[in-house]
């Protein structure tokens, strides 16, 4: 069902609560922001909030917060900065979560005004009030504000105070990175155009069982590289060598080739190393002589080439989970062939998972595809076919 936006609800002179997912990755050492991606994601609502006159309250969590060491280095103090440069305005930033000083500063907010308070996860340390949604927290957030807009896609897989929290309270409506993350992730999963088909790699078959499993039902073709084909191959009674592969998980994959048929398509050769480095010696084989002492550390040209027939005529491909180890240029060819054979393609083509993401933006593919999702767990959450409680709590339109 569709759900309400930030459009849809009148916003002049009114404090609106924004749930953003400021959670960037910062450098260890300086505590600079390495990469503000998720902050310029979040500017569209921001903006528009503000020009339609309405006092923006940002929240957002940052890292994990178990101890009372961990706050210094996960206070949102430099993204406010950034945010601040970013918008060229300014934005009034609140070091707690709660209490008079926070009241007041909302009070004194004008409209077209932003303020940010401090890491939602800061609630963690007395009871995890906030991972754990204690109800006492939800309604005190929602107290601060008149609507609830929800931006924070990357926090949708989780049912916490600062999403759902808020939104048992107050009316909860989404922003436009929501509204878009499930347009096309929703859309793919629920109502896809076909031909429809899904690319799936990564390290470990266990981490997608459930997306496996899903995207067999939904798509026409599932095509299957990375590490998690080994297992697969192992299935089918091929030797692996010392490939990544899940004995647990081997009666599974048996299963799914039964059922499955041709919907499932497995490599044919394979780039193979002694170990598992980039300066290891490499060479190309079919995946019928893997040695003993080899691994499988990408998809091999063949492959490549086999997906990429598979790819012609496609109107949506769904991609989650690299083709081989990327992060080595020797073993990259296989994900940056898949990357290039969806990027040619007249599709709807969506990248799921978090390492596939960096995988395309790393290899220069980010501009050539309809949607990246900034959300890892929460996309993968969403192929799995289950409800995300953050969007299961935005209004209905
Ligand atoms: P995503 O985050 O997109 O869902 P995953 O986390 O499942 O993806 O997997 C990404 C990781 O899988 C990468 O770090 C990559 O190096 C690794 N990987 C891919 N192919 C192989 C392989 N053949 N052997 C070992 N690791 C692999
Ligand atoms: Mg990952």
């Known amino acids: 069902m569709a759900?309400?936006?930030?459009?849809?609800?009148?916003?002049?002179?009114?404090?609106?609560?924004?749930?953003?997912?400021?959670?960037?990755?910062?450098?260890?050492?300086?505590?600079?922001?390495?990469?503000?991606?998720?902050?310029?994601?979040?500017?569209?609502?921001?903006?528009?909030?503000?020009?339609?006159?309405?006092?923006?309250?940002?929240?957002?969590?940052?890292?994990?917060?178990?101890?009372?060491?961990?706050?210094?280095?996960?206070?949102?103090?430099?993204?406010?900065?950034?945010?601040?440069?970013?918008?060229?305005?300014?934005?009034?930033?609140?070091?707690?979560?709660?209490?008079?000083?926070?009241?007041?500063?909302?009070?004194?907010?004008?409209?077209?005004?932003?303020?940010?308070?401090?890491?939602?996860?800061?609630?963690?340390?007395?009871?995890?009030?906030?991972?754990?949604?204690?109800?006492?927290?939800?309604?005190?957030?929602?107290?601060?504000?008149?609507?609830?807009?929800?931006?924070?896609?990357?926090?949708?897989?989780?049912?916490?105070?600062?999403?759902?929290?808020?939104?048992?309270?107050?009316?909860?409506?989404?922003?436009?990175?929501?509204?878009?993350?499930?347009?096309?992730?929703?859309?793919?999963?629920?109502?896809?155009?076909?031909?429809?088909?899904?690319?799936?790699?990564?390290?470990?078959?266990?981490?997608?069982?459930?997306?496996?499993?899903?995207?067999?039902?939904?798509a026409d073709k599932v095509l299957v590289g990375g590490g998690m084909m080994f297992t697969f191959l192992k299935a089918k009674g091929l030797n692996i060598g010392k490939s990544l592969c899940e004995d647990d998980r081997i009666e599974f994959a048996k299963s799914l080739l039964e059922t499955a048929g041709d919907k499932l398509v497995l490599p044919i050769d394979a780039v193979v190393a002694k170990s598992f480095s980039n300066d290891a010696e490499f060479r190309q084989t079919s995946v019928d002589d893997i040695k003993a002492d080899e691994m499988g550390l990408d998809i091999g040209p063949k492959t490549v080439e086999l997906f990429s027939n598979a790819l012609q005529g496609a109107k949506t491909v769904v991609w989650n989970g690299p083709m081989g180890v990327f992060e080595m240029e020797n073993f990259a060819k296989g994900t940056i062939g898949v990357c290039e054979a969806i990027a040619n393609l007249d599709a709807t083509t969506i990248i799921g998972g978090g390492d596939s993401a960096a995988a395309a933006i790393q290899l220069g593919y980010a501009d050539r595809f309809t949607h990246i999702s900034t959300g890892g767990g929460a996309s993968l959450t969403y192929l799995e076919g289950k409800a995300l409680p953050g969007i299961a709590s935005i209004a209905n339109q």
């Open 3 to 218: 759900k309400k936006t930030v459009k849809d609800v009148e916003l002049k002179g009114r404090k609106v609560l924004v749930r953003v997912d400021f959670n960037v990755p910062m450098d260890k050492e300086t505590g600079e922001i390495t990469d503000d991606n998720r902050i310029v994601q979040a500017l569209p609502t921001i903006r528009y909030i503000i020009d339609q006159g309405g006092k923006a309250i940002l929240f957002s969590h940052l890292g994990k917060i178990k101890k009372k060491e961990d706050k210094e280095k996960n206070s949102l103090s430099p993204v406010a900065m950034r945010l601040s440069h970013l918008l060229e305005k300014d934005v009034r930033f609140v070091s707690v979560t709660r209490g008079p000083v926070l009241e007041k500063a909302i009070d004194e907010l004008k409209d077209g005004g932003v303020l940010l308070f401090e890491n939602t996860r800061f609630e963690d340390l007395d009871g995890k009030k906030e991972s754990k949604n204690d109800p006492e927290l939800g309604k005190y957030w929602a107290s601060l504000g008149d609507i609830f807009v929800n931006d924070a896609f990357g926090t949708a897989h989780r049912n916490h105070a600062s999403n759902v929290g808020i939104a048992s309270n107050i009316e909860c409506v989404s922003g436009f990175l929501m509204e878009k993350e499930i347009k096309f992730i929703g859309g793919a999963v629920d109502n896809p155009t076909h031909p429809y088909i899904a690319i799936l790699g990564g390290a470990k078959v266990s981490d997608k069982i459930a997306v496996i499993e899903n995207l067999l039902k939904k």
